[in-house]
């Protein structure tokens, strides 16, 4: 039966039933859509919470959002799940989980005087705020104000952050204006003020998410920022090192293989230490490269216009997170120039050590054949005296047996007969030595 001759209501069962779909299909297709921006209609204040609860703190992190959605009869994530946005009450709450660190996202919506006077977080119970795992390393308190308010002079503003080191621009093609100054104010928290200008709502939660995660970023790079500095002295301490090894290897061309082999040994602990930091600092150095890298594609994400007399964010992450991330750059170069020079010198050491010891193993060599040289001369000279000795019992023997046949009357001439027998005793004895010498030969070959 044709597909035109099933009935209307089983077509579309049929056509799905029809392919064997892969069974990553959906959740490859729903992936992209996983984690959408918040549509937010200004006035809205909002709270973002980064806790660095590590790379193996997933279930914890879920089971505290889930605890949270019990408390206010929440629908609770499924299990593994590591996004949810949903609508608690008194509060909006979108919860990401990430590589290594949680983000809460507090929104609440309405009116207010003060921007920063009160938080999202007032309505969050205090309890499950103080379990949440992790320390804390990204908190903001975030203001959008609508556009029908009354702007605030730019005194005003300043006072809200409490000094002139404002950084702000117009983003979103001039839609929204914005300002912070990245510094953590005596609350804990840095200060985002925001002006709606000509936002729509989805506009204005990607606006959002784009600030909030470029603050939570900055930080996660800059984390490597602290390793880095505090790795440079010990390369020092590394790269002087590895030059007195390299002097010492070139300050005398005549060494003994036990002092390089010495020189070898303290090369090898060297280059153990190099892949230590390596291993314990490969990590975040990574990290911080990609979000880095993060940083700047959401900035430009912003579509920044610059407000007269204040630098842009891009203009401050210019000069104050590109060369915190040259650092930790730099730092990684040198690490791994230091184990590339450390393995070269080990190779030419280890040439040297090879050089030496096969030097050494020829001199024994030469000292094994001219032993066996000589035992092979003692050897024929205790042949020679075996011979004689042998011959000399063996003639002693036959000496009875021709007095024998003397005294019987057989033998007239003794002494004539032993006189004949010598040179064939002597012979017999010889020949018969070098067949059994011969023999033992064939058998070790």
Same mark, same amino acid.
């Given at each position: 039966m044709s597909l035109m001759d099933a009935p209307p209501e089983h077509r579309v069962e049929t056509v799905y039933g029809a392919f064997n779909d892969h069974p990553l299909r959906q959740e490859v297709n729903d992936e992209v859509h996983a984690r959408p921006h918040e549509a937010l209609e200004a006035p809205v204040q909002v709270t973002h919470l980064g806790m660095l609860s590590g790379r193996r703190a997933g279930e914890a992190d879920l089971e505290a959002i889930?605890?949270?959605?019990?408390?206010?009869?929440? =629908?609770?994530?499924?299990? &593994?799940?590591?996004?949810?946005?949903?609508?608690?009450?008194?509060?909006?709450?979108?919860?990401?989980?990430?590589?290594?660190?949680?983000?809460? =996202?507090?929104?609440?919506?309405g009116a207010f005087d003060e921007p920063f006077a009160s938080s999202p977080l007032d309505q969050v119970p205090f309890d499950w705020l103080y379990a949440v795992p992790g320390p804390r390393l990204v908190g903001v308190h975030l203001a959008l104000e609508p556009a029908w308010s009354v702007p605030r002079s730019n005194a005003t503003i300043q006072r809200l952050f409490g000094n002139d080191q404002l950084v702000g621009s117009h983003i979103t093609g001039g839609a929204a204006r914005v300002w912070t100054d990245f510094r953590i104010q005596d609350d804990g928290f840095t200060r985002i003020l925001m002006r709606d200008v000509n936002l729509r709502s989805r506009q204005a939660g990607r606006a959002v998410q784009r600030l909030l995660e470029i603050e939570t970023y900055r930080m996660m790079a800059l984390l490597a920022f602290p390793v880095a500095r505090q790795l440079n002295p010990k390369l020092n301490e590394l790269e002087e090192r590895l030059a007195w090894i390299t002097e010492h290897m070139t300050r005398? !061309? %005549?060494?003994?293989?036990?002092?390089?082999?010495?020189?070898?040994?303290?090369? =090898?602990?060297?280059?153990?230490?190099?892949?230590?930091i390596g291993n314990n600092t490969n990590y975040r150095f990574h990290a911080a490269s990609a979000y880095f890298e993060l940083v700047q594609r959401l900035i430009q994400e912003l579509?920044?216009? %610059?407000?007269?007399?204040?630098? =842009?964010?891009?203009?401050?992450?210019?000069?104050?997170?590109?060369?915190?991330? %040259?650092?930790?750059?730099?730092?990684t170069a040198r690490r791994e120039s230091l184990s590339q020079r450390i393995a070269r010198?080990?190779?030419?050491?280890?040439? %040297?050590?090879?050089?030496?010891?096969?030097?050494?193993?020829?001199?024994?060599?030469?000292?094994?054949?001219?032993?066996?040289?000589?035992?092979?001369?003692?050897?024929?000279?205790?042949? &020679?005296?075996?011979?004689?000795?042998?011959?000399y019992y063996l003639m002693g023997l036959l000496s009875?047996?021709?007095?024998? &046949?003397?005294?019987?009357?057989?033998?007239?001439?003794?002494?004539?007969?032993? &006189?004949?027998?010598?040179?064939?005793?002597?012979?017999?004895?010889?020949?018969?030595?070098?067949?059994?010498?011969?023999?033992?030969? !064939?058998?070790e070959l």
């Open positions: 889930t605890d949270l959605c019990r408390r206010f009869g929440v =629908t609770p994530p499924h299990s &593994g799940a590591e996004h949810l946005s949903a609508d608690f009450g008194p509060f909006r709450l979108k919860w990401e989980r990430r590589t290594e660190i949680s983000t809460y =996202t507090f929104f609440v919506e005398q !061309r %005549r060494r003994s293989a036990s002092d390089e082999q010495v020189l070898l040994g303290r090369l =090898t602990e060297l280059a153990a230490q190099v892949e230590r579509r920044e216009q %610059r407000i007269q007399g204040v630098q =842009t964010i891009q203009e401050f992450m210019e000069r104050r997170l590109v060369p915190a991330m %040259r650092t930790c750059e730099t730092a010198t080990g190779d030419l050491l280890r040439t %040297r050590v090879d050089v030496a010891l096969e030097a050494q193993n020829r001199d024994l060599l030469d000292s094994m054949n001219r032993r066996a040289d000589l035992q092979f001369r003692l050897q024929e000279t205790v042949e &020679g005296l075996s011979v004689a000795a042998i011959s009875y047996l021709l007095k024998a &046949g003397h005294d019987a009357g057989w033998i007239p001439r003794v002494e004539l007969y032993q &006189g004949l027998l010598v040179p064939i005793v002597v012979f017999s004895i010889w020949l018969l030595i070098r067949i059994v010498r011969h023999r033992i030969a !064939r058998k």
